[in-house]
């Protein structure tokens, strides 16, 4: 168990809340303790934690209420439920429906270590923050997440990572597809073998059947020597194959082949090589599509979709945003010597709340950006706004905004009427002395809007008078 693990208490009971609080505080757990299920959700909202614990009568919104909105919005989140007699038939089946366990008031404070130490056991895994240096994390140490979707994502990953079987990532650019491939190998028996990765679509068509099956000399053109292609490179170990919807038709039968009959054949070469491989491969194009398209063979698709790995995008799991953001901070700033710390609160709401269409690549690129041109230890709105490409906002309190208003009003109506205030009031639908009293108020004198309409009248006569000069 992990004695990073974080848990949200929930009782209405302060006095039960502190002495729980206390006890597993004590017992080396972060302990965040809220007094109904309203509150909990707000916390749940900001930040996910290993377990929560909940008494089932709360005011207001009742703790299986939460439990239901905790089984639906993070599923993998374990639940503890504490109940009193009269609802312990309710506890009971909201365990057949998922939770974790229940407690019985009053309970045994050693039962209900025991309980919060093996709904850990058994849940912690998916949902350690990254960065954990045990053991257990360790093959996906690279992937920042606290995310419930990729905790998912990582449970399945762990499990098929233990067979041999050919996976298919599928995602978004910029989603994390090859670190999840790494991550795979790690987790494997094939940990300590190559692995291997091909982008497909970064090769050129005539040169990609070379560089995956190899080549012997004089197989063509400039082929001064024998190559050892990746695949057979990567012998005992792991394939990567990026983005293998862009691999052209006619290879894609070469591949069939050599998935089918685990031996590889150089370009030019009478004789196969036996290999060993395991394949993982990895699209941001919808292949179903593609096959209907006649543009991906479907015998291949199933034989590398064997199992369906699928990445959310970041979009969908903002709150890994603000993780990933400090820890590519803190990359980046090492790498460029620079002395920034961190990101002002408002800069990392700017970054939190933008839709990053490019994933984690692009937030990346931005931290990258923004890391180049700091010059102080917190990185500002400014700075996060220009990395995004965003237009500054300025936020102005309801009487300034009222009073910019005025004046730009008045502004128009007396350049529309030449400085008349007559006029001006008549569109406003105001009274003469109040239109008076409302340009005294902003500083606005008619007498200017009356001199520039004449200067624009005697610049428009000059221009008039010399264009029929020059048209004589």
Sequence with gaps: MSTQATILLVDDDADLLRLITMRLTAAGHAVQAVASAEAALAHLAVRLPSLVITDVRLPGLDGLALFDEVRSRHPSLPVILLTAHGSIPDAVEATT???????????????????????LRVNAPGLAPVGSSTNGDAWRSEIISRSPRMAEVLAEARLVAATDASVLICGDSGTGKELLARALHKASARADKPFIAVNCGAIPEALLESELFGHVKGAFTGAQGHRQGLIPAAHGGTVFLDEIGDMPLALQVKLLRVLQERMVRPVGSNEAVAVDVRVLSATHRDLELAMSEGQFRPDLFYRLNVVKLRLPPLSERREDIALLA??????????????????????????????????????????????????????????????????SLEVLNYQHAKQRFERDYLNQLLKLTSGHVADAARLADRNRTEFYRLMQKHGLDPQLFRAEAGDALASGSGDKKMSGESST
């Excluded at 429906?97 to 919060?116: M, Q, V």
């Excluded at 709340?353 to 931005?366: F, H, I, K, V």
Aim: glycine share 6%; hydrophobic share 45%.
């Design 97 to 119: 429906r998922g939770a974790h366990a229940y407690l019985t008031k009053p309970f045994d404070g050693k039962e209900l270590l025991g309980k919060i130490n093996q709904a």
């Design 326 to 391: 400090q820890h590519f901070l803190q990359t980046l700033a090492a790498r460029h010597r620079k002395p920034v710390k961190g990101f002002a609160p408002d800069a990392l709401e700017a970054l939190v709340t933008a839709p990053w269409p490019g994933n984690a690549r692009q937030l990346y690129n931005a931290v990258e950006q923004v890391c180049v041109l700091a010059t102080a230890p917190l990185v500002s709105l400014a700075q996060v706004q220009r990395a995004l490409q965003m237009p």
